[in-house]
C-alpha cells in the first residue's frame, strides 16, 4: 500500500512584537497574519520602539499532523545615559 503524503501547509501565524517603556515596563502585542506576504508586511512595519520578538507559525506537517514553528529574534539592549 501506498502512503499518501501532503505537502505541509501553513494554517495561521502570529508576531509578538516587543516594546519597553522606561514607566510601564515591558509590554508584548500580538499581531495575527495568514500568509507570507502578510508576515512580511508586518516585519517590515516595525520600527522603534516596537521590535519583533517572535513569529509563531501554525500548520500541518506533510503527514498532515499539527505542528508549530517558532522563529525567536534576540534583541540588544542600549542603556539610557539618564
Known amino acids: 500500500m501506498k502512503e ?28 495575527p497574519f495568514t500568509t507570507l506576504d502578510d508576515l512580511f508586511a508586518l516585519c517590515l512595519q516595525a520600527n522603534d ?11 500541518e506537517d506533510d503527514a498532515g499532523k499539527q505542528r508549530t514553528l517558532t522563529l525567536v529574534f534576540q534583541s540588544v539592549t542600549i542603556s539610557d545615559p539618564d
Open 49 to 59: 520602539p516596537l521590535f519583533v520578538d517572535r513569529v509563531s507559525i501554525e500548520g
Open 4 to 31: 499518501i503524503c501532503m505537502a505541509p501547509k501553513v494554517h495561521k501565524g502570529v508576531v509578538i512584537f516587543r516594546r519597553w517603556d522606561r514607566h510601564t515596563g515591558l509590554d508584548e502585542t500580538a499581531t
